[in-house]
């Protein structure tokens, strides 16, 4: 017969402890001595209690050592043979000894715990409360209270008495106090203001508001309240300008547009701290501080994504509809339901002022010029020709391309059309040359072109004749004679008839009065932004050359093949998804669809800027 021990050691707020060990004996000894196999630390218990030996099949014999008893199933006896079905108990002082059949025919398992002692608990605290300084010190409630009591007074009131006698005196403080109560450092482009708390915590126990936001970061200020804005801040020790923010829409349409939480904990979180002066729709609801990294730089420093909380685009722009009936904007679920662009284009005129709508592409403007791109960019044209006559000196020399008249900014739009600077190589406004001297006529005022003719041509004698006159826009040639009578008012109508310097490019409306000379230009306007509300950067390697390095305009514009100057080429979004969207495994050239690379939250009309840029190239962060 084997024994088997399992001794438990119970534990207060976690499991048992439970130890299990074979034990060598044949009739393991019970008792206090270090060389019993079943040991007892209990001064109740004989150094050598009581032996247990192998009785009858099932049974176990019992028998003292000494004249000591024990309890056996709460008898005090000397001996005892246990029927092990029965899981008999056996006990010496405060432990029990419960013996039961084990795994294998054969094993007895002895399992060992210890009941409470209420004797020997009463003893030891006894003991304890003889030794303790209790009653000699603080209690631990009064300790409790005198704690709570100093950090009141140096986290509470020390800060709170610092902060009146800074501000009587008109300075800023940054103390350790003070400074015990902040989470972090500011960001690089708020690090100025460590030292001025105010300037942003304007009101005591109140969070920041967005008037104090605004007192920086106003939008709509004219160029003088700007300078003097900037100026001001720079005083503080801003190293740039700081950037105005204006509303991505009306305050109370974007709480319409918001849709609600489907989170019922996160809309009561909402709900309470919207009781407690935490709105959720503020400047700093997005904006947080605190989390820079508190090291100023003496270049701009742009936002950071760890400085601002981003909600997903869609949330708003998916069922905008439903919640904005009067809407005009269409739904914006995700990139690739993403709706077809609609330019901004000049659909008329309303007399000289321009009537812009939004049209859907392909679709056509009407700018007021006759022109044709295909023929400027036509290979073997006599445009090509022309350009290469004209040389390097004046930027040409070679077959004409799209940058020799569209220039971007750098914004990665482009600067408006000039005539003198873009055009005026080719269509010269050069119409005679008097004593060697070139005559030019002024561009973008018919009457003014009017008025130079019949000076210049009036003053002409009567037998005489200007040396040239310009019938075509860059063709030069010497001028048939031209009678006396009619020398001042044909000058005029050659420049405003077919042929003339004028009429190439510009609709004519003839004087009201048939014989007069009161010529005039139909209305023009060149549309600067096609999409303003998202922004494109032309600027971008990738959007100005192909994977071979050659220039990519024809991609997206289909100028070759523009044989009007009212053709719109502007590409579909399915040209912009050829990239955006796409993986390296889709796409030689793939580019993020992230809504901020053209859409930014607080002014999404204007282009993206350097700093703006920061925050276009990170993927959205939904905090919600």
């Known amino acids: ?92 002082g405060h ?53 709570s009591l100093v950090i009141l007074a140096l986290c ?9 006698l800074a501000r009587n005196q008109q300075r800023t403080v940054a103390t350790v106090a003070v400074g015990q109560w902040s989470s972090g450092p500011l960001s690089p482009g708020h690090h100025f203001l460590e030292n001025n708390c105010a300037a942003c915590h304007q009101q005591a126990f109140v969070p920041v508001r967005d008037t104090a936001c605004l007192s920086c970061h106003q939008a709509g200020l004219n160029r003088v309240e700007t300078a003097s804005l900037s100026l001001a801040t720079k005083k503080l020790g801003s190293l740039f300008a700081p950037d105005p923010a204006p509303d991505h829409a009306p305050r109370d349409r974007l709480e319409r547009a918001m849709p609600p939480d489907p989170n019922l904990a996160r809309r009561i979180n909402t709900w309470i701290a919207t009781a407690f002066s935490h709105p959720s729709n503020g400047c700093a609801s997005c904006h947080t501080e605190h989390v820079g990294n508190g090291k100023p730089s003496v270049e701009k420093q742009p936002v950071t994504p760890d400085q601002i909380t981003r909600n997903d685009c869609a949330d708003c722009h998916t069922g905008l509809k439903q919640r904005l009936p009067d809407t005009m904007i269409p739904d914006a679920p995700d990139w690739g339901r993403h709706p077809d662009f609609r330019a901004l284009v000049v659909a008329g005129f309303d007399g000289a002022k321009p009537r812009m709508a939004r049209v859907s592409l392909p679709g056509s403007e009407k ?30 020399g070679a077959q004409l391309t799209c940058a020799n008249c569209h220039r971007t900014d750098e914004q990665g739009g482009f600067v408006p059309v000039q005539m003198e600077r873009d055009c005026a190589a080719c269509h010269s406004l050069a119409f005679a040359r008097n004593n060697g001297v070139v005559q030019t006529l002024p561009h973008g005022h018919p009457d003014k072109v009017v008025a130079a003719l019949k000076t210049f041509y009036g003053a002409q004698p009567a037998s005489g004749a200007p040396e040239m006159f310009s019938r075509r826009p860059g063709l030069r040639g010497v001028s048939r004679a031209v009678p006396t009578a009619d020398r001042v008012a044909g000058s005029v109508r050659a420049a405003f008839s077919s042929g003339g310097t004028c009429f190439t490019c510009h609709s004519v409306v003839p004087p009201a009065m048939p014989g007069t000379l009161s010529f005039d230009i139909a209305p023009v306007k060149l549309t600067n932004r096609y999409l303003p509300a998202g922004s494109f950067n032309h600027n971008v390697p990738e959007h100005r050359q192909n994977s071979k390095g050659a220039p990519s305009c024809a991609t997206c514009h289909k100028a070759n093949t523009s044989t009007n100057a009212e053709d719109l080429m502007l590409p579909r979004i399915a040209t912009c998804s050829a990239c955006h969207g796409k993986t390296k495994a889709l796409s030689a050239t793939p580019a993020s669809a992230a809504c901020a690379g053209c859409h930014g939250f607080h002014s999404p009309g204007e282009p993206v800027t350097g700093r703006r840029k920061e925050l276009a190239r990170d993927t959205l962060i939904r905090t919600r």
């Open 156 to 164: 509470l009131a020390l800060p709170i008495g610092e902060y009146l």
């Open 1 to 92: 017969m084997n024994f088997i021990l399992r001794q438990i050691s119970r534990r207060t707020g976690a499991p048992d402890f439970v130890r299990t060990r074979p034990l060598a004996a044949t009739e393991p000894v019970i008792g206090r001595g270090s060389d019993c196999d079943i040991q007892l630390t209990d001064l109740a218990v004989s150094l050598r209690h009581a032996v247990l030996r192998p009785g009858l099949p099932g049974r176990v014999l019992v028998e003292a050592l000494g004249t000591e008893h024990f309890e056996a199933n709460d008898i005090f006896v000397s001996g005892a043979e246990l029927n092990l079905e029965q899981s008999p108990r056996l006990n010496f």
């Open 367 to 396: 700018s007021g010029l006759k022109f044709t791109h295909a023929l400027h960019l036509k290979a073997d044209g006599g445009v090509q020709r022309m350009a290469q006559d004209l040389g390097k000196a004046q930027r040409y």
């Open 95 to 147: 432990h029990v000894l419960t013996l039961e059949k084990g795994e294998k025919d054969g094993d007895v398992l002895v399992v060992l715990t210890e009941q409470d002692n209420p004797a020997s608990q009463a003893a030891a605290s006894d003991q304890k409360a003889a030794f303790s300084l209790k009653g000699a010190l603080f209690s631990e409630r009064r300790t409790a209270w005198i704690i």
